[in-house]
Structure formats: C-alpha cells, structure tokens
Nanobody, 117 residues
Framework: VQLVESGGGLVQAGGSLRLSCAASGSTFSINGMGWYRQAPGKQRELVAAIPTAGGYTNYADSVKGRFTISRDNAKNAMYLQMNSLKPVDTAVYYC???????????WGQGTQVTVSS
C-alpha cells in the first residue's frame, strides 16, 4: 500500500485547509485510516481516525469541533477538513493506514501545514 498526502500549505490563523490522502496498491487489506501530526521537537500524535467500514470517528481533543475526517472508499481516498486553524496546529501531517497482517501499518511521506498568527 502506498499513501500520498497533499493539500498542506501556509495559512493564517482562523483559516482552513483540506488535506487529501490517496491510497494505492493492496487497499483491500486496509481496515482503518487516520491522520497524525508531528510538530518540531514533539512526538507524533493522532489527530483523527476512521475505520474502513465507516461508523465511529475518533478525534484528538485539541481538534474536536474544528477538524473533520472523511473517506471515499470508491476513490481510495481520505480527507481532513481543517477549519479555524491555530498556530499550534502547525506540524507535518501524515496519512496512516492499518491492516491485520504484516506490515500492519503504512505511512505517507507527510505534508507540511503552517499556521501563521
């Protein structure tokens, strides 16, 4: 499975961005996807997650009410709509996919999101 993120960039505080993640390869094996982020000097953290079959979504407390994760299984794509962005949201955002068999986890190369004050 290959994951490619797009949509990052520079935005002012209060603005919006929409990240996309395109999956290719053996996507039938994926049973969940998510977005993580890593700010300079900090550990990578979960932002939002969504299972393949739909249903519940999971958000970090810091982004609840501002970010929305979604999937388009027909297009093998996942999105992260980010509204009311804050400077603390500045980070490299990574697309993640999980499956029940080795190698269990896939990562994209990351896309930079910078929010200016």
């Amino acid at each position: 499975v290959q994951l490619v993120e797009s949509g990052g960039g520079l935005v002012q505080a209060g603005g919006s961005l929409r990240l996309s993640c395109a999956a290719s390869g053996s996507t039938f094996s994926i049973n969940g996807m998510g977005w993580y982020r890593q700010a300079p000097g900090k550990q990578r953290e979960l932002v939002a997650a969504i299972p393949t079959a739909g249903g519940y979504t999971n958000y970090a407390d810091s982004v609840k009410g501002r970010f929305t994760i979604s999937r388009d299984n027909a297009k093998n794509a996942m999105y992260l709509q980010m509204n009311s962005l804050k400077p603390v949201d500045t980070a490299v955002y990574y697309c993640n996919a999980i499956q029940d068999s080795w190698p269990y986890v896939y990562w994209g190369q990351g896309t930079q999101v910078t929010v200016s004050s």
